[in-house]
DNA sequence: CTTTATAAGTCGCTAACCGATATATAACCA
DNA sequence: TGGTTATATATCGGTTAGCGACTTATAAAG
């Protein structure tokens, strides 16, 4: 598996990721925990995040958690889905977060040269 | 002009504005800018290249620069075409650096928090 | 018993990218 | 002379990912 064939990610599936590489969750939550790590400037609509965890599934970055989500199924809504970061999509990750350190850092040096002359 | 509609760009679109960000150029030239850029890790088919400055060109974030490119238009192929950032085009790119940077800062702050619990 | 929050799913559209192909021009060289 | 190569711009058809709008389902709150 080359890292690198699933580069670059677009926004909505970075942020996808990066909210499964700390703990596991369900759709919805995803949702609410990329509003809130994106300081409110990324809202995923629900296609974007359902296609995109169908296509992550497909593609073995993240995988369905099985079992009825803990005991204490008693939340309203249908029931959760819950999803985590496969070790390919950690790999993935962490190559993208390495791919957009290396952009940042040619693009700062490009920027300087341009304002220096 | 509100810079952070026109975010995030796409990859190829970033390495266009850099290129122009530093001396103005024509349309192959920035082809081989990007190439040797990325380090030889992107290669922009001409379609995506001459889109994306026809694009680029109707969002006014890059413009012509006219005139027969010096007197020493001798050089093979068809007419130049030279293209140049407009202080738009410097804005988005500025504002898309700045947000490259936050997203890497907001990933690299999850990634420790995943990795030491 | 209607509204609200939670939760998942679907449809049609569009923007941007890409491979393939076309066209034009000058230089090189056999 | 005439074929190849490098330079240079342009267009076409297809794909992918995202997005707005809409749908369905469930529980709690009022």
Chains 1, 2 share one sequence.
Do not use: W
């Amino acid at each position: 598996m080359e890292p690198s064939a699933y580069l670059p990610l677009r926004e909505p599936t970075l942020f996808i990721l990066l909210s499964l590489s700390a703990d596991n969750k369900h759709g919805y939550a995803i949702l609410q925990d990329v509003e809130a790590l994106s300081d409110g400037r990324v809202e995923l609509s629900t296609s974007t995040l359902y296609e995109a965890l169908a296509r992550l599934l497909d593609q073995g970055l993240i995988a369905r958690v099985e079992g009825p989500a803990a005991a204490d199924d008693q939340n309203p809504g249908r029931p959760r889905k819950v999803y985590r970061l496969t070790p390919s999509g950690r790999r993935v990750l962490n190559a993208e977060v390495v791919r957009l350190q290396g952009l940042v850092a040619t693009a700062q040096q490009r920027l300087r040269a341009a304002g220096s002359c």
